[in-house]
């Protein structure tokens, strides 16, 4: 069965950065797209970006643009998503999804999500 | 940028109603990129819908999605306990950026 396992729940400090993994199984890898998407306490969803999980190309909501990086390791199939110059307001779950087919050009919706990773940035 | 904007805020019914929850769209949308979500507390969101109007795997029959061009409907025929819940809807374009409308909370009334 398709599983999306995340890393555990971070605390920073602001102006820090943090690196979260989505390592999935039960299926190819490199077929699908991954997404990765927030959720600040009590509030709705935010879509952050996409990674080609076989070409490694990448994709970033405009929001994120030169904060975000995500990236990936075939070998483990596992995707990574890098937020730097943490603030406050950047405290959220963060889930990753599964997305569409990469053969198919088609960046999808979210299927499978993983258990999410609980961000708090203070100091 | 596509904006989703969700309908009514709160929806207050009895189990065994029936729930019409709205998502409508700033500009006409293809009805295969549109998807809902329902999502419980402390929970990863869970795809209901897709395609605007099929259903995901799992998902019983009372859930259904019609609508087309800017106007998109969440139906529950008969609502169960466990159907109290958000309710996000959801554009993923082709090759575009997703958005998620704000969420339609279903409560208990």
């Known amino acids: 069965q398709v599983q999306l396992v995340q890393s555990g729940a971070e605390v920073r400090e602001p102006g820090a950065s943090v690196k979260v993994s989505c390592k999935a199984s039960g299926y190819t890898f490199s077929y699908y797209y991954m997404h990765w998407v927030r959720q600040a306490p009590g509030q709705g969803l935010e879509w952050m970006g996409i990674?080609?999980?076989?070409?490694?190309?990448?994709s970033y909501a405009q929001k994120f643009q030169g904060r975000v990086t995500m990236t990936r390791d075939t070998s483990t199939s596992t995707v990574y998503m890098e937020l730097s110059s943490l603030r406050s307001e950047d405290t959220a779950v963060y889930y990753c999804?599964?997305?569409?087919?990469?053969?198919?050009?088609?960046?999808?919706?979210?299927?499978?999500w993983g258990q999410g990773t609980l961000l708090t940035v203070s100091s | 940028e596509i904006m989703l904007t969700q309908s009514p805020g709160t929806l207050s019914l009895s189990p065994g109603e029936r729930a019409t929850l709205s998502c409508r769209a700033s500009?006409?949308?293809?009805?295969?990129?549109l998807a809902w979500y329902q999502q419980k507390p402390g929970q990863a969101p869970r795809l209901l819908i897709y395609?605007?109007?099929s259903r995901a795997t799992g998902i019983p029959d009372r859930f259904s999605g019609s609508g087309s061009g800017t106007d998109f409907t969440l139906t529950i025929s008969r609502l169960e306990p466990e159907d109290f819940a958000v309710y996000y809807c959801?554009?993923?374009?082709?090759?575009?950026?997703?958005?998620f409308g704000q969420g339609t909370k279903l409560e208990i009334k």
């Open positions: 500009q006409s949308v293809s009805s295969s990129s």
């Open positions: 990674i080609h999980t076989n070409s490694g190309s990448t």
């Open positions: 959801q554009h993923y374009g082709t090759l575009a950026p997703h958005t």
């Open positions: 999804a599964r997305g569409g087919a990469v053969s198919k050009r088609q960046w999808g919706y979210f299927e499978y």
């Open positions: 395609g605007a109007s």
